[in-house]
């Protein structure tokens, strides 16, 4: 079955460290979103890609970085630089070709704490 | 600038009770919109999308929501909620971006739902 699976479920960061959260997606969809979720603050974009080898900044971007080197995985590092990690990340793909709107699917997420 | 607006961030319903979950969104032009559903620890689902058409439309699991332009909404509703409804749901809207194409989505806060045996 086609769908996005992200890795590890659970992480765990320590101070002055970089981890990196993996996304691959099998629905040979175009673009890729990274979410940044925190109780009762619902779902904040951290960064998109529509294209391999592009990717832009969300709302929310400081402290982390992607790639997007093939069609199928997008990863997301979160940087030493971000001070308050601890949270769910969520990534989801979409045909989305610009100009129109597609419904994104979502993987089951991985939830980052601070040891 | 798009924004989604979900007054009601936690509501309590009986099971077999009927729900109506509020979205208003603030869009220039017609709207995407969407009604996503979150079980704890998981991913969204999406439950129904609303482009164009038919103002009423039917999503899966029984949902269904209605896009009001003259309100700025799109509620969900539900008429008979089960006991695994209980979740936390999401409305959507289709955001622009720079030079004007189309693709991000800009979510509500969310609205958790409780069901009561």
């Known amino acids: 079955d086609g769908g996005i699976t992200q890795s590890p479920k659970y992480l765990f960061r320590k101070e002055g460290q970089n981890v990196t959260l993996s996304c691959e997606q099998n629905?040979?969809?175009?673009?890729m979103y990274w979410y940044r979720q925190d109780p009762g603050q619902g779902l904040r974009l951290i960064y998109y890609?529509?294209?391999?080898?592009?990717?832009q900044k969300g709302d929310i971007a400081e402290g982390y970085s992607v790639s997007r080197e093939k069609k199928e995985s997008f990863p997301l590092t979160v940087t030493s630089a971000q001070k308050n990690p601890t949270a769910f990340y969520l990534c989801?793909?979409?045909?989305?070709?610009?100009?129109?709107?597609?419904?994104?699917?979502f993987g089951d997420g991985t939830r980052l704490s601070i040891l | 600038a798009q924004s989604v607006t979900q007054p009601d961030i936690h509501i309590t319903v009986s099971e077999g009770a009927s729900l109506e979950l509020r979205c208003n969104y603030s869009?220039?032009?017609?709207?995407?919109l969407f009604w996503y559903v979150q079980s704890p620890g998981q991913g969204l689902q999406l439950l129904l999308k609303?482009?164009?058409?038919?103002?009423l439309v039917q999503g899966i699991k029984g949902f269904e929501a209605e896009f009001k332009r003259s309100q700025s909404s799109f509620n969900l509703r539900k008429p008979s909620v089960h006991w695994s409804d209980a979740a936390e749901y999401f409305c959507a809207v289709g955001a622009d971006l720079d030079g004007g194409s189309q693709g991000n989505l800009i979510f509500g806060k969310g609205t958790k739902l409780s069901v009561k045996p």
């Open positions: 869009y220039g032009a017609t709207p995407y």
């Open positions: 629905l040979n969809h175009d673009a």
């Open positions: 609303y482009f164009s058409g038919d103002t």
């Open positions: 989801a793909s979409s045909i989305d070709p610009p100009y129109s709107n597609q419904p994104q699917h």
């Open positions: 890609s529509q294209i391999v080898n592009d990717f």
